[in-house]
């Protein structure tokens, strides 16, 4: 008989290895036992993966728990769907429903990686047309006309097909323009804009001057996500869409291009965008659409919902109107400030004040105090010494004006993440140099390690290169851990579980650690207490004391010019609105970030 709600069976083609494991999953299936097709084995001679019936397919949940390379994934989903928008092939990832753009607004979309968000972009951009879930037939628009008769979104699918409506797309992966496009920034830019007044406001606010004679393959990776964005902003488009617009980007120009992209918004055009900052999104969003589902499995949209509303409900994990609960936890916001004694106050080093000059570069460093057990969150723009400061304790490189002869053993993960040895995830945490007993018990079941531990880490998604460079470098035996941009291509969810992990590590360790990002949530989450660097990027830079959050925050706010205040709901720092009424009280009172 078949069931009331939808079944849904996913093999991953890249990790299924039928010729090492003989088809396990058809030989231990009940229902193949039965004599029911539940898993078919199509072509034994080439050792093609198996199909999955999820008609017969009863859900017992055998066959994920036997598979010996976590290829198999089945999801008693207790919801009863239709026939798919698009699905990718037989047991293969599928979206369910769509979000929609508003004219005249900023839509934001959250939700957990693998979810679907892109693949709902590239549909409603007409990147890619949808199948209705007939995935061996030949695209059709027309369907997809008729699928949507009678609903709003059928105007932008009659609209795709005439060629009367007008996108412009902000890609995710930014590092792929290099690779399609050789010449000048300059001519990439110029031949997008149609206006030149706004090309030379969009080029200075930017900040992209001095690069417009380089090409993609000579700037930083910060650097080719604004050129990226101002490629997006220059087209003439009716529809906007960002896909992660704030990776490689620090905190002073995510909030900088938010405000250009509202100042974008008028009544004939809309903008979508995908973020997993949360003061981003909420800061630019006028409403939020949820993707939910499961990780590479399936996606749904829900309503459309207030932007306060929509973040709450995500991190609450269950959607009102809908009445669907998508996890089983609440993400909270409770910070390290709220607890009343810190648990260890031994020194781990103390450091004096010092200058260094690289080049035209000038650092100057206010004496501190480095604690056992305690993390230490780091705010700053870019370029403006936070990565020379730690070179300097860890003895790779030498202060000008005195010998600081800390020897403190460094782990560092850099920003742009260096791990392209052709080797396999396991081999990694073979290496002589990894603390068994931390990774095993602290990192490897947190952060999902076993289910790529099969993979190559030059073959690793940007997520999955993430979390492996995450363990890898708390997993060495080190004083102190310098964790650099942690939260980059990393979902809310997961940057919760990134957080979590490191602090276990630095309580079990009673070591050290600095994180540097600007997902100004996830520093105020992680942090004991916060280094505040200021300055002119490239120019000067000034490492502040290691104060209290709440001290180091309300410096940097105020010299962004923005106000916090904190949701009573879910704890969370939320962005106030430029002169609303809590943005002009906070300022009265000095108050840039919210006390507790």
Not at 92 to 102: G, H, K, T
Not at 104 to 109: D, E, H, K
Request: proline share 3%; with cysteine; net charge neutral.
């Amino acid at each position: 008989m078949a069931t009331e709600y939808t079944r849904i069976a996913v093999i991953d083609k890249n990790k299924c290895q039928p010729k090492a494991c003989n088809y396990l999953c058809h030989r231990v299936c009940p229902p193949v036992k039965m004599g029911e097709d539940a898993i078919e084995v199509t072509n034994r001679e080439n050792w093609t993966p198996p199909v999955i019936n999820e008609s017969l397919c009863t859900g017992c949940g055998i066959c994920p728990h036997k598979c010996p390379f976590n290829a198999i994934t089945i999801i008693n989903t207790g919801i009863k769907f239709g026939d798919p928008i698009h699905q990718y092939g037989q047991n293969s990832f599928r979206v369910y429903s769509l979000p929609s753009a508003e004219k005249g607004f900023i839509t934001g979309l959250i939700g957990i990686n693998g979810s679907g968000k892109t693949t709902s972009i590239n549909i409603l951009s007409g990147n890619l047309v949808p199948n209705l879930g007939a995935y061996d037939e030949k695209e059709d628009i027309d369907k997809v006309i008729e699928y949507y008769r009678g609903k709003n979104i059928q105007k932008n699918f009659i609209e795709i097909k005439e060629k009367k409506l007008s996108f412009a797309y902000k890609i995710q992966k930014v590092e792929e323009i290099p690779k399609v496009f050789k010449k000048s920034i300059k001519e990439l830019l110029e031949n997008i804009s149609k206006d030149k007044e706004y090309y030379e406001k969009i080029i200075k606010e930017l900040e992209i001057e001095k690069l417009l004679l380089k090409t993609p393959t000579e700037v930083s990776g910060g650097e080719l996500q604004r050129i990226a964005i101002a490629a997006c902003l220059l087209k003439d488009a009716q529809i906007y869409f960002f896909d992660e617009y704030t990776t490689f980007l620090d905190i002073k120009q995510r909030f900088k291009i938010a405000k250009i992209l509202r100042e974008k918004i008028n009544e004939n055009n809309s903008i979508m965008l995908i973020e997993h900052d949360l003061a981003i999104l909420d800061y630019i969003s006028d409403f939020v659409q949820i993707m939910f589902g499961r990780k590479n499995a399936y996606g749904q949209s829900s309503n459309k919902k207030t932007t306060k509303k929509g973040i709450n409900e995500f991190l609450e994990g269950f959607l009102k109107e809908e009445n669907i609960r998508i996890r089983n936890y609440k993400i909270e916001f409770s910070s390290a400030k709220y607890a009343t004694e810190k648990r260890i106050e031994t020194t781990l080093a103390k450091y004096p004040s010092f200058k260094k000059t690289l080049g035209e570069f000038n650092l100057e460093v206010e004496e501190g105090e480095i604690k056992k057990g305690e993390i230490i969150g780091v705010l700053g723009q870019n370029a403006i010494g936070k990565t020379t400061f730690i070179k300097i304790l860890a003895g790779e490189i030498k202060a000008d004006d005195k010998d600081l002869d800390i020897k403190l053993k460094v782990s560092y993960k850099p920003q742009y993440i260096d791990l392209n040895e052709d080797i396999t995830v396991q081999e990694l945490f073979l290496k002589k140099e990894i603390n068994q007993d931390i990774f095993n018990s602290e990192i490897r079941r947190q952060l999902d390690i076993d289910s790529i531990i099969d993979q190559e880490i030059n073959q690793l998604s940007g997520g999955e290169l993430q979390k492996v460079a995450i363990a890898y470098t708390l997993s060495r035996n080190a004083d102190i851990y310098l964790i650099d941009e942690p939260s980059a291509f990393l979902d809310v969810e997961q940057r919760l579980i990134v957080s979590n992990v490191i602090k276990s590590v630095i309580l079990k360790t009673e070591k050290s650690a600095l994180v540097v990002d600007h997902d100004l949530l996830f520093v105020d989450y992680i942090s004991d207490r916060v280094l505040l660097f200021q300055g002119e990027a490239s120019v000067k830079g000034f490492a502040n004391k290691i104060d209290k959050i709440e001290a180091s925050f309300n410096k940097f706010l105020k010299e962004q010019n923005m106000t916090f205040r904190q949701d009573p709901d879910t704890k969370r720092p939320r962005a106030n609105k430029p002169d609303s009424q809590k943005d002009k009280e906070q300022r009265k009172d000095n108050s840039y970030y919210y006390t507790i």
